[in-house]
């Protein structure tokens, strides 16, 4: 045998109660080391090289030699052991020659009736003064929607502002218009939207629910956290107004699970507290936590102490999500279920999201956007509705965005789920996009760490969780 090295920047190792997973991070695979295994990882681990008589001076004696040669093959063939030192099977690109578009997302309105301090959106104004988008850019971005989803059988339309429900005269032409053309190329077409639920009236619940929207009610807690923050454009709080129509909108609504979602800002840091309300009491399907960690006005950013403290809020969710799905049952904990089916699915990013790639977003003007959070922002647009998408343009940033030859990102272990965190995060907090998000990368590591965690103990107690509550959720999405 010819010497083999140990690609350590693709292994990582999670001890949980005297067990030993090996995570493939190329591949988000997790493997179990049995004896064999963790004796072969000690060696390669202690080694630069490891020839053959250095396998047998170490295992033979203790080990079958039968045993040690395929726990050898299967290394290699995972890709962990190699004869070439520089070796690595990192994940495959996204091809940048084609552009599987498959969500638009429409800017119908930048007007707001709310005025939330933390609001990170660079073109918002009251209702009245917002750009509206009209009808006959929106039915082109959905032309171009079909032309560049021709190979897939569903496409999503994204309801988006401001407040999408201060321009519902825009949304229900387009749902008719989007509808007929889907149903003229063979497609089938989603909706989705997602509202600060004042404007919500049992009217409205009855539409969205006649043609399956999923809704997404942007709320952040009890009254006085919600109220905090979430402010009438006159400065009064919204939470009574909020909860009365959320529960009035989930007690009607049939089509699809109502979510909702959370901001984090300074001070706001009891997760499980604004769970409980939100999952328990007001009774949102999921509830989902986003922290803000760089928005445009420094004082809403939580610090680090308090973002640590968020993370040790999100692990006692994390803690009652495990012994929830133990007993076949979903705590709606928004975060740790897309870890879990992040790991059950073995989803391996080479990006961090659709952003410029399955999904574009549309301004006013008809440019497209790399996403909603874009909207407004000094990016240049890439393409618009009338002319296509600059394939040139996006190709190169797509192509930048997975090189990760020049940052942190490369050896990074957890680059494979994360792929470098959020554009738009790192374009306020650093000026570019494709900067890695390094403020809360060891918080994300340790993330994810736990994710595997209760993964794994979820796989011991209750497998079939999994394929009863991942499954249809992703069916959902």
Known sequence: MTALYFNSGDVHQVRLDGRRILAHVPTVGLYELDDVGAAVLDLFCERPSVEAKDIRDRFDGRFSPDSVVETLREFVNLGFLSDDAGARKDQRSVATESYPLSTMVLNVNTGCNLSCSYCYKEDLATPAAGDRLSFETAAQAFDLLLREARERKRVNLVFFGGEPLTNMPLIRQVVDYAEERAADTGKVVDFSLTTNATLLTEELVSYFDDHRFGLTVSMDGPKALHDRNRKTVGGRGTYDVVSRNAKMLLSRYRAR????????TAGVTDVVAIHRHLKDEIGFFEVGFAPVTSGAISTFNLSHLELNDVFAGMKILGEQYLEAALND????????????????????KALPCGAGLGMLAVDKDGNLNLCHRFLGSALPAFGNVENGIDKARIGDFLSRAQDRSDRGCDSCRIRSLCAGGCYHESYVRYGEPLHPTYH???????????????????????????????????ALS
């Open 257 to 264: 699970p109502v979510g909702a979602r959370v901001t984090l």
């Open 329 to 348: 049952e979903n705590t709606g904990f928004a975060n740790m279920h897309q870890l879990m089916t992040d790991l059950a699915e073995g989803s391996s």
């Open 440 to 474: 809360y990368c060891e918080l994300m590591r340790e993330w994810v760490d736990f994710g595997i965690e209760i993964y794994v103990r979820i796989m011991d107690g209750n497998p079939g969780f999994f394929m009863r509550h991942i499954e249809p959720r992703r």
